[in-house]
């Protein structure tokens, strides 16, 4: 992790997201994805996202850049401040502007998320082309820089290559180069590693931060594995049934879980080293399905200390000092009383 | 611990598992993937064995050879007292109650047209001439035994969650009253709440029926936490095996070493202290192994002899297997010791 941690407040934010609610239209019904989602990042900071599947992380980040089809989804309110415009309320022309130019987006699969057809060359060229507008031969040097810079050898020769010439690792650094090749100010990573073995996924970790360090940029790593968070992240955000449910520096958050699902999420995962425990922790029943907007707690039912008041308000974030909040009712009476 | 005076249950010698190439305008075979290369190990009675590595390394191909689930190139697979390797499938059939499998997914691994209830039946329906009702009893104590609700016995798996499958896939698997099943990453793909509902009940079903179970993952917290014992595979190959204690405190062979360093760590304090061993490259092709040691291409402590000889897989301490040149008796440790 680089020294260079961030005192809270030091710049304004990057990127700044209040209140963003998505909704998918489903047959039947509708499901609340992501609910009243507030963060902001700053310059130079890189944030964990950690949450199960269906946490609404992905579908957040993808409202944000406007890559959810809609329908069925439809992204109801909030505000996304990204250098002095409102993402949400621009036109998709000056939005493509943003996408894959000033925010760079690494999907999860390096299998299914390059083209098989085109030379990774090719892929690298489009958006330096269509964004910065070089040509062929200023952009071709630039790929292979880009290459370079993610430590792929021989890179002059592999922007000739096809996808299913590389492995899940190289693949997954093209897809780092094609994000990073407009020099983004903000880089959002959905579980860059997941899809690749523990050997690699040091390699790319450590490729990231090394390039953080180098490029100076905002970075959104999201994971649902808290030991890869507890390795890169200055601040993490903990998502539950939509919605954040809290906020802290990563330290802070380790040593000191607030929300009573952050706590048995750090106690239900074995440990590689350190005492091993007799039997795992168990988080009991399964996660919430969110077909309505929420008027209760969305893990009043998981929760081992939840009190009436639970299951009939939905907890907003209350502040506990020092950059951490937690949405829930008893986390905010502990701390007052 | 591991209690020397158990007997093995599972013995495996030499066990090769080729996947034959074919090229060319006569489609003749010019080369074969070796998945499994002369693997060699037992699991004792009531253990489990562990069997870790990275993808592609063979660690599911080993699994479901053991069960036969393919017709295995070499070597003995002696399962309960029986050797297995060359028995043909008519054979096997009779064999095949005592030895079952629980998949990784449990969305492909269940018949999408059946009830749960007729899911967990068919093995009984194979294997048993039990009258319906019987069957029907044992299909409830079986539901009751996972921790399935008994009234979801007429629904199909698409109204289960993921971790409720995966108990469905563990009931059919217990059906016949095994005494070793297979595990093949039974949880990686579940979230991680609901990975400890069904490691717990791995655990608290073994106890119950006196199980035995090679558990195939890639996860080595898990891994540390389930078995008593661990296989450490390498393209194709076990390099190391030691007991769960021996293995996590004291890796010897490099590649362990690595792997160990690279599971990331949920403690930031830890997570920033500690010395990462990052391996360079990628795993070579199994169709194409370096020459030597499979390692020596991505190995920190890499010596000559590793490009040109194979280390033989031997036993340097009590219970402790490893496949290296830096720990062979006779030969070149001493120079390179205390290279990590």
Redesign the interface.
């Given at each position: 992790?680089p020294d260079g941690a961030l005192q809270p407040g030091s710049a304004d934010p990057v990127l700044d997201v209040r209140g963003l609610k998505t909704v998918f239209k489903v047959r039947g019904g509708e499901v609340h994805a992501v609910n009243n989602v507030s963060f902001d990042l700053r310059a130079g900071e890189l944030l964990g996202v950690v949450g199960?599947?269906g946490s609404g992380k992905s579908v957040t980040m993808m409202s944000l850049l406007g890559l959810l089809p809609s329908p069925p989804a439809d992204v109801r309110g909030g505000s996304v401040r990204f250098e002095g415009q409102d993402l949400l309320h621009i036109t998709p022309e000056q939005l493509r502007a943003v996408r894959g130019g000033r925010i760079g987006f690494v999907f999860q699969d390096p299998m299914t998320s390059l083209n098989p057809v085109f030379t990774v060359g090719y892929q690298i060229m489009e958006p330096l082309r269509a964004h910065m507008g070089l040509n062929k031969n200023a952009a071709r040097a630039r790929a292979q820089e880009l290459l370079e810079l993610v430590g792929i050898p021989g890179a002059a020769q592999r922007l000739d290559d096809y996808p299913h010439q590389f492995?899940g690792?190289?693949r997954q650094r093209v897809m780092i180069a094609i994000a990073l090749a407009c020099d983004p100010k903000v880089l959002i990573a959905d579980e860059p590693t997941t899809a690749l073995?523990?050997?690699?996924?040091?390699?790319i970790?450590?490729l990231m931060k090394e390039l953080r360090d180098k490029l100076g940029m905002a970075v959104i790593w999201i994971t649902?594995?808290?030991?890869?968070?507890?390795?890169i992240a200055d601040r993490v955000l903990v998502m539950y049934g939509g919605q954040v449910v809290e906020h802290a520096p990563?330290?802070e958050l380790?040593r000191n879980p607030q929300h009573p699902y952050t706590r048995?999420?750090?106690t239900?995962?074995?440990?590689?080293?350190g005492e091993?425990?007799r039997?795992?922790?168990?988080?009991?029943g399964?996660?919430p399905i969110l077909g309505d907007a929420p008027t209760a707690c969305p893990f009043r039912d998981r929760c081992d200390v939840a009190i009436a008041r639970c299951a009939t308000e939905n907890p907003p974030r209350y502040d506990l000092g020092g950059g951490h909040d937690a949405a829930c009712f008893v986390a905010k009476g502990a701390v007052d009383a | 611990m591991l209690d020397q005076t158990n007997t093995a249950l599972v013995r495996v010698r030499d066990l090769q598992m080729h996947f034959p190439i074919y090229s060319g305008l006569l489609r003749r075979q010019t080369g074969a993937v070796k998945a499994v290369d002369s693997v060699s190990f037992d699991v004792m009675q009531g253990e489990t064995l562990g069997l870790v590595g990275?993808?592609g390394c063979g660690k599911s191909t080993c699994g479901r050879a053991i069960l036969r689930l393919y017709d295995i190139t070499g070597g003995e697979v002696t399962i309960d007292g029986t050797d297995i390797g060359q028995m043909s499938q008519s054979d096997l059939r009779t064999k095949r109650p005592t030895m079952q499998m629980v998949f990784q997914d449990p969305q492909a691994s269940l018949n999408p047209r059946m009830t749960v209830e007729a899911i967990i039946r068919e093995p009984l329906d194979e294997h048993t001439k039990l009258s319906a009702a019987e069957k029907e009893a044992k299909v409830g104590e079986l539901m009751d035994a996972v921790g399935l609700n008994r009234r979801f016995a007429k629904r199909y798996p698409h109204a289960f969650?993921g971790?409720q499958r995966q108990r469905i896939g563990i009931a059919r698997a217990l059906a016949l009253n095994p005494k070793f099943i297979v595990c093949d990453e039974p949880i990686a793909a579940l979230?991680?709440?609901?990975?400890?509902?069904v490691?717990?009940l791995l655990?608290d079903l073994q106890e119950k029926y006196g199980l035995t179970y090679l558990f195939i993952s890639?996860d080595?917290?898990?891994v540390?936490?389930i078995a008593t014992r661990i296989a450490v595979m390498y393209l194709g190959k076990i390099v190391e095996l030691a007991p769960r204690a021996e293995l996590?405190s004291d890796p010897l062979h490099p590649y362990t070493k690595?792997?160990?360093?690279?599971?990331?760590?949920?403690?930031?304090?830890?997570?920033?202290t500690r010395e990462?061993i990052?391996?360079?490259g990628?795993?070579p092709s199994p169709a194409n192994p370096p020459k030597g040691c499979n390692f020596c291409t991505r190995c920190p402590a890499v010596m000559p002899v590793c490009k040109d000889i194979e280390p033989t897989y031997q036993e340097v301490t009590p219970g402790r297997f490893v496949a290296c040149h830096l720990f062979e008796t006779t030969g070149t440790a001493e120079k390179t010791a205390g290279y990590i």
């Amino acid at each position: 992790m680089p020294d260079g941690a961030l005192q809270p407040g030091s710049a304004d934010p990057v990127l700044d997201v209040r209140g963003l609610k998505t909704v998918f239209k489903v047959r039947g019904g509708e499901v609340h994805a992501v609910n009243n989602v507030s963060f902001d990042l700053r310059a130079g900071e890189l944030l964990g996202v950690v949450g199960e599947s269906g946490s609404g992380k992905s579908v957040t980040m993808m409202s944000l850049l406007g890559l959810l089809p809609s329908p069925p989804a439809d992204v109801r309110g909030g505000s996304v401040r990204f250098e002095g415009q409102d993402l949400l309320h621009i036109t998709p022309e000056q939005l493509r502007a943003v996408r894959g130019g000033r925010i760079g987006f690494v999907f999860q699969d390096p299998m299914t998320s390059l083209n098989p057809v085109f030379t990774v060359g090719y892929q690298i060229m489009e958006p330096l082309r269509a964004h910065m507008g070089l040509n062929k031969n200023a952009a071709r040097a630039r790929a292979q820089e880009l290459l370079e810079l993610v430590g792929i050898p021989g890179a002059a020769q592999r922007l000739d290559d096809y996808p299913h010439q590389f492995s899940g690792g190289m693949r997954q650094r093209v897809m780092i180069a094609i994000a990073l090749a407009c020099d983004p100010k903000v880089l959002i990573a959905d579980e860059p590693t997941t899809a690749l073995d523990v050997t690699i996924q040091a390699q790319i970790i450590e490729l990231m931060k090394e390039l953080r360090d180098k490029l100076g940029m905002a970075v959104i790593w999201i994971t649902h594995d808290l030991g890869v968070i507890a390795g890169i992240a200055d601040r993490v955000l903990v998502m539950y049934g939509g919605q954040v449910v809290e906020h802290a520096p990563v330290q802070e958050l380790f040593r000191n879980p607030q929300h009573p699902y952050t706590r048995a999420l750090l106690t239900t995962i074995p440990k590689i080293s350190g005492e091993r425990a007799r039997r795992l922790t168990v988080i009991q029943g399964q996660p919430p399905i969110l077909g309505d907007a929420p008027t209760a707690c969305p893990f009043r039912d998981r929760c081992d200390v939840a009190i009436a008041r639970c299951a009939t308000e939905n907890p907003p974030r209350y502040d506990l000092g020092g950059g951490h909040d937690a949405a829930c009712f008893v986390a905010k009476g502990a701390v007052d009383a | 611990m591991l209690d020397q005076t158990n007997t093995a249950l599972v013995r495996v010698r030499d066990l090769q598992m080729h996947f034959p190439i074919y090229s060319g305008l006569l489609r003749r075979q010019t080369g074969a993937v070796k998945a499994v290369d002369s693997v060699s190990f037992d699991v004792m009675q009531g253990e489990t064995l562990g069997l870790v590595g990275e993808s592609g390394c063979g660690k599911s191909t080993c699994g479901r050879a053991i069960l036969r689930l393919y017709d295995i190139t070499g070597g003995e697979v002696t399962i309960d007292g029986t050797d297995i390797g060359q028995m043909s499938q008519s054979d096997l059939r009779t064999k095949r109650p005592t030895m079952q499998m629980v998949f990784q997914d449990p969305q492909a691994s269940l018949n999408p047209r059946m009830t749960v209830e007729a899911i967990i039946r068919e093995p009984l329906d194979e294997h048993t001439k039990l009258s319906a009702a019987e069957k029907e009893a044992k299909v409830g104590e079986l539901m009751d035994a996972v921790g399935l609700n008994r009234r979801f016995a007429k629904r199909y798996p698409h109204a289960f969650s993921g971790g409720q499958r995966q108990r469905i896939g563990i009931a059919r698997a217990l059906a016949l009253n095994p005494k070793f099943i297979v595990c093949d990453e039974p949880i990686a793909a579940l979230d991680v709440s609901i990975q400890a509902q069904v490691v717990n009940l791995l655990e608290d079903l073994q106890e119950k029926y006196g199980l035995t179970y090679l558990f195939i993952s890639h996860d080595l917290s898990m891994v540390r936490h389930i078995a008593t014992r661990i296989a450490v595979m390498y393209l194709g190959k076990i390099v190391e095996l030691a007991p769960r204690a021996e293995l996590y405190s004291d890796p010897l062979h490099p590649y362990t070493k690595a792997l160990l360093s690279a599971v990331p760590e949920p403690d930031p304090a830890i997570a920033q202290t500690r010395e990462r061993i990052v391996l360079q490259g990628d795993v070579p092709s199994p169709a194409n192994p370096p020459k030597g040691c499979n390692f020596c291409t991505r190995c920190p402590a890499v010596m000559p002899v590793c490009k040109d000889i194979e280390p033989t897989y031997q036993e340097v301490t009590p219970g402790r297997f490893v496949a290296c040149h830096l720990f062979e008796t006779t030969g070149t440790a001493e120079k390179t010791a205390g290279y990590i």
